[in-house]
């Protein structure tokens, strides 16, 4: 069992949609989450970081974490094109926070 | 301005060749990290090193190697030995607390012809 589970869709939403994206993960010990996007053939870049449980919200996007379910999620509102891209959830533990744990990544497209 | 440059962007190795990726990063990152990335796989860790001249191999090291001489630089090796090399190979830093992100670079694309 992967450590990190992610659905990778694709997922195909209209514009002006609210997207729900989620990963969940086995490991217990995990307590900093993070969202990256990445536009195909570039790097990923850090959309949103979230610290134990709670939600935490910047502007259209809302990252919820549930660490008793283990289960994080990333809310998109008012989708736009320009949101498409895939989206990578990551993790990591408070005794080796250097190391990451990514799921595999959901292909979100926004049609117009 | 600060960052992480990652060359070639593009890259085409004979079989049987070793070919050398570059990672610069100018933020003053003690972390730094490889990644190789395949379709509908995510990012799977190579190697990564948390302070120069020191590195721990990650879930697929092998056909890898790297050093870390200097603080911004983690060159990775691709080695003959690694049998499947085509990959988006992506470099990443971190700064040294908990609650600091970590960067990626742009990523290099390896072809075997």
């Known amino acids: 069992q992967k450590e990190v589970e992610q659905d990778p869709g694709p997922l195909s939403v209209p514009e002006g949609a609210i997207v729900s994206l989620n990963c969940t993960y086995s490991n217990s010990a995990f307590q900093y989450f993070m969202w990256y996007r990445q536009y195909s053939r570039k790097g990923p870049e850090l959309l949103m970081y979230?610290?134990?449980?709670g939600n935490k919200e910047d502007g259209r996007f809302t990252a919820q974490v549930d660490k008793s379910s283990k289960y994080i999620s990333l809310f998109i509102r008012d989708s736009q094109p320009s949101d498409s891209a895939t989206y990578l959830c990551a993790m990591s533990a408070r005794h080796n926070f250097n190391k990451f744990y990514f799921g595999s990544g959901t292909k979100l497209n926004v049609k117009p | 301005d600060g960052g992480i440059t990652q060359s070639p962007k593009y890259l085409f190795r004979k079989e049987g060749q070793n070919v050398t990726l570059s990672c610069e990063q100018n933020l003053n990152h003690d972390a730094m990290y490889w990644y190789r990335q395949d379709p509908g796989q995510g990012l799977r860790l190579i190697y990564y090193?948390?302070?120069?001249?020191?590195?721990q191999k990650g879930d697929i090291a092998e056909g890898y190697s790297v050093s870390r001489e200097k603080k911004e630089s983690f060159p990775l090796t691709v080695t003959s030995a690694q049998k499947n090399p085509t990959a988006f190979y992506l470099c990443a830093s971190k700064g040294g607390t908990i609650d600091t992100e970590a960067f990626f670079g742009q990523g290099t694309r390896l072809t075997v012809v």
């Open positions: 979230t610290y134990s449980s």
């Open positions: 090193s948390q302070i120069v001249n020191d590195f």
